[in-house]
């Protein structure tokens, strides 16, 4: 299948500021408490196959099944999601957020891939989360993605999802002295959540906050987070 230019120019890019975005992010979770609010119910929720009718547990009762980060980028989420007793895992589109991620997280498992072709079996993860990565994916293509979100995860397993909110995207040409090009699609949560529930992953926890207006991680938009879950008897 061929690949969409917005895609290969999202792969250069990211290879381009990998080691300067890991710089900068490392602390961004720390600052942020209600964000990581949403990541420790999630996990919560996953680790006990939480909100009725079970998922998240493995069937023989090994503890929860295996979540993975789509868009794991230098795998800052990756790591805290393993810090919450998760096991985690990233796959990330660019090889070198992955090199990046490899290094400073080596007891984890980072794969280069796509999040429209995940390399797992069918009913197999617990948990998926998208921080801040479906932002990159054209509107078209959001359906599919759900589509691969909800053929993953096992019955009643949850997603999580980061966004900006917005109505028109951002194109940034230059991200710490360096040339890039990429598209920041920002969306209102009733959108995203409508093609979810389309997807057969129905919402059932959104926060959405103001943008930080101040400190290291000061933000443009506000943030909306997401969390659905597949039905426990699809
Ligand atoms: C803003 S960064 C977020 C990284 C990480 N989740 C974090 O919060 O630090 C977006 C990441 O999504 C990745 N990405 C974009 N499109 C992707 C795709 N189709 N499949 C997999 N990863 C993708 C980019 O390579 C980039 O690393």
Request: proline letters at 7%; glycine letters at 12%; hydrophobic letters at 40%.
């Amino acid at each position: 299948m061929t690949e969409p230019d917005y895609v290969h120019a999202t792969r250069t890019s990211y290879d381009t500021i990998a080691a300067d975005y890991a710089r900068h992010a490392a602390g961004e979770l720390a600052a942020k408490p209600l964000d990581r609010g949403m990541l420790a119910g999630f996990a919560d929720l996953v680790r006990t196959g939480g909100g009725g009718g079970g998922g998240g547990s493995s069937a023989n009762g090994d503890g929860p099944l295996p979540v993975l980060e789509v868009g794991c980028g230098t795998g800052r989420v990756t790591a805290h999601l393993a810090g919450l007793g998760l096991p985690a895992s990233g796959v990330d589109l660019s090889p070198e957020m992955i090199a990046v991620a490899r290094q400073s997280e080596p007891g984890l498992r980072f794969d280069v891939g796509s999040m429209l072709s995940l390399d797992a079996p069918d009913g197999s993860l617990g948990g998926v989360v998208a921080w801040y990565s479906v932002i990159h994916i054209e509107e078209e293509q959001l359906p599919a993605v759900f589509a691969e979100f909800h053929r993953v995860l096992a019955p009643g397993g949850h997603v999580l999802l980061a966004f900006q909110v917005g109505d028109e995207p951002l194109r940034l040409t230059e991200a710490y002295g360096r040339p890039i090009a990429l598209d920041f699609h920002r969306r209102r949560p009733e959108q995203i959540a409508a093609l979810l529930d389309d997807a057969g992953l129905p919402v059932r926890a959104r926060l959405l906050r103001e943008a930080d207006d101040e400190g290291d991680f000061t933000e443009r938009t506000p943030q909306a987070f997401l969390l659905a879950r597949k039905r426990p008897t699809a």
